[in-house]
């Protein structure tokens, strides 16, 4: 699977991912998904919203155990920050049909659109959408960095923007979701464990940040004359991460637009994108709201104006606690693993992220989980994202072990 995967979407020169919602990287990826459908005799199906599923029994019946991830990516993504979901959840079906596992639910495989909001901007629109969690409206609204709006774009690939919305009849089929996803983070690499569990996902956002001033000559417009917006930009990159050091927080200003974007014009608007998060939603907000005063005080001080609109935002996620315990057990138990015990008795370890996933979404109308598989460098978001094929194959094991406990309770 993976040696199919690996040349969609890879750009040549960085070797990162390019896969963003609805261009061809994408369908390559979603022929991909469905061929795999078709090689292990599953029924796919693709819902309103574009998200792909792949069905062992039918899911009709309902109380359906499903898994999977996403295959977009952000701009130079990695290999494994989706995919490592949607590879483990096939390779975790063949591992059950192997062990002869007598499949006494439907069991679904999934593949949510557009999870990173790399082109629209807003992450998870796929689940979002499903759950009732962006409206049509909204979600129309969307518009990329090249001013094609999101309905224009799923019209290009073939999909009907009109459908979208609420899909509650296909998510009452499901009993359980599980996502896997690479760890992205150094917490198991610390710990020693190669798969740990999702305990609670931050609170976080994505602000926008529009600095307004007045391009001018850069050779000859006096530095007392100019209205610069990169001045207060910069001092609020710079504010972002003292507020955040100073929290428990993390900020991270990772996009930037300018205009006219010249080397040698002062720019007329600089437009940056906040990404801030927290464990506890209180930090969260004290972080944005001195960020934003910072970049009012220093917008002031240069002449400059400044709006700042809160583009997306996701509540903490606290993973269902019963599932979450259940799958501790079918791990312990089955693995004969022997990792420390937290404080929830588990024997694999529990892990907090600071990163955002589907069924952190998805557990506003449905119990979810996640299994996190070791990333030995931490590193994620960046071409540099690994995880050891050992420890790739003890994920699928464990995911393989969690469905049939699952099925099987
Ligand atoms: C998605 O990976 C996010 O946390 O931004
Ligand atoms: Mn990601
Ligand atoms: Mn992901």
Redesign the pocket.
Known sequence: MWNDLHPLGRHPTTRGYRRYAWTPADAECRAWFTAQAETRGLTHEIDRNGNQWAWLGDPARGDAVVTGSHLDSVPDGGAF?GPLGVVSAFAALDELRRRGTAFTRPLGIVNFGDE?GARFGL?CVGSRLSSGQLTRDRAHRLTDGDGITLPRAMEAAGYDPDAIGADPDRLARIGAFVELHVEQGRALDLSGDAVGVAGAIWPHGRWRFDFRGEANHAGTTRLTDRRDPMLPYAETVLAARREAGSARAVATFGKVAVEPNGVNAIPSLVRGWLDSRAPDQRDLDAVVAAVEKAARAHADAHGVDLDVVRESFTPVVEFDHALRDRIGRILGRDTGHTGHTGDTGLTVPVLGTG??HDAGILSAVLPTAMLFVRNPTGVSHSPAEYATEDDCVTGVLALADVLEGLIHP
Do not use: N
Request: proline residues 0%.
């Open positions: 920050d990173e992450a990163a955002g």
